[in-house]
C-alpha cells in the first residue's frame, strides 16, 4: 500500500508566478489535509478537504491560496502569484475517516517551494 | 480552544544520554495524543502515540505516556544514538468543529553527538 505521494519534492517558482502542488493520498483514505512548514517552524494547518468538498479553511491565507480535491485525481494546492513569503516545505496528510474518532493522519515527503 | 506546548530546543546529547523532551497539552475531552519525528529533509513520520489516559505509546525505544491528571505527554528514550538525531513534534487530534483536527507544537530539534 502505497503511501501519502506529493509532487514535485522541489518546486522553484519566481515571484509573480504560479505554484501547483499535487497530493495522492493513501488508498482508502478520502480525507486530506494540507499543512505549512515556515523555516525552523513547527506545522501549521492549513485546509481540510473531503472529496469535493471543503471542510475547514480556516488556515488558509484569504488570498491567493485555493485548494481543491476532485472526484478524481489528486488534491491540489494552488497559490497564485508567489511572493518570497510563500517559500515554504508544504505538507500533505491523509485519514481513512474525520470524525468522531482517533484516527491519525499520514503524512506525505512534502514539496518545498522556493521563491526566487 | 485546543494547543500543545513543547519544551524549546535545541536539546544537545552526548550518546547514550537519557532524552527527556517535555509536552503538554490544553484540550476538551479526550484527544489522542502523538510523537511525530521528523528527518533532516524528510516529511514526518509517526513515532508513537496515546488513545487515552494511562496509555503508554512506544517506538524504537521511545516511550510516552498519556498523563490525564497533568495533561502531559513527555517524550523518553533511555539511551539515545546519533541516529535520533532529528525534531520531534508532539501532537493532539481533537474533536473540534465536527472533525478531528491535528494540532502541533513548535518542535524541539535534537542533536546527538558521538
Known amino acids: 500500500n502505497a503511501g501519502v505521494m506529493q509532487n514535485p519534492r522541489h518546486l522553484v517558482r519566481r515571484r509573480g508566478q504560479e505554484a501547483r502542488l499535487r497530493c495522492s493520498p493513501m488508498k482508502g483514505h478520502s480525507h486530506v489535509y494540507w499543512y505549512r512548514q515556515l523555516p525552523e517552524e513547527g506545522l501549521k494547518f492549513m485546509v481540510y478537504?473531503?472529496?469535493?468538498?471543503?471542510?475547514?479553511e480556516s488556515g488558509m491565507p484569504k488570498e491567493r491560496f485555493s485548494a481543491e480535491f476532485p472526484k478524481e485525481g489528486p488534491s491540489i494546492l494552488r497559490i497564485q502569484q508567489v511572493v518570497r513569503g510563500d517559500s515554504a516545505a508544504y505538507f500533505c496528510?491523509?485519514?481513512?475517516?474525520?470524525?468522531?474518532?482517533?484516527?491519525?493522519?499520514?503524512f506525505g515527503p512534502g514539496t518545498r517551494l522556493t521563491v526566487l | 480552544g485546543n494547543s500543545v506546548t513543547q519544551m524549546e530546543g535545541p536539546v544537545t546529547l552526548s550518546e547514550e544520554a537519557f532524552l527527556t523532551i517535555n509536552c503538554t497539552y490544553t484540550a476538551t475531552g479526550y484527544p489522542s495524543l502523538f510523537w511525530y519525528v521528523q528527518y533532516p529533509g524528510e516529511g514526518l513520520q509517526l513515532l508513537l502515540k496515546a488513545t487515552k489516559a494511562d496509555d503508554k505509546g512506544s517506538n524504537k525505544g521511545f516511550e510516552a505516556t498519556y498523563r490525564k491528571e497533568t495533561t502531559s505527554f513527555h517524550l523518553e528514550k533511555g539511551s539515545v544514538q546519533v541516529s535520533d538525531s532529528a525534531v520531534y513534534f508532539c501532537a493532539l487530534i481533537g474533536f473540534s468543529g465536527g472533525y478531528n483536527k491535528l494540532i502541533f507544537g513548535a518542535g524541539t530539534r535534537l542533536a546527538v553527538h558521538p
Open positions: 478537504l473531503q472529496k469535493e468538498n471543503i471542510i475547514d
Open positions: 496528510a491523509s485519514s481513512p475517516t474525520g470524525t468522531g474518532g482517533h484516527n491519525e493522519q499520514f
